[in-house]
């Protein structure tokens, strides 16, 4: 049977755990919002000339794209105050 102390010391030693685990997020964000800062040109224009491809496809005659079909995009936002397209086929 586990007595009042230990059962104290497991309390604390969970919250500290909780504590570490948070500041581990926390450094994640913040590199993620780094990495996002640096390559933020080289994303946007990655999506602008998949964007155009996208708008290519979409124009072609149905016989032609028929592996495709329709592809359409929608931008979402994440925590990280970020967003990203997402693509797919109607």
Known sequence: MINWLEEAEQELDKKKGSKKH????????????ENYKKNNDKYDEFIAKLNELVDRVNNLPIEKKQPFGYINSK????????????????
Not at 80 to 87: D, H, R, V, W
């Open 22 to 33: 948070s500041a581990r997020i926390l450094d994640k964000k913040f590199r993620i919002q």
């Open 75 to 90: 931008e979402k936002k994440i925590e990280t105050k970020q967003s990203f397209k997402l693509f797919f086929k109607q």
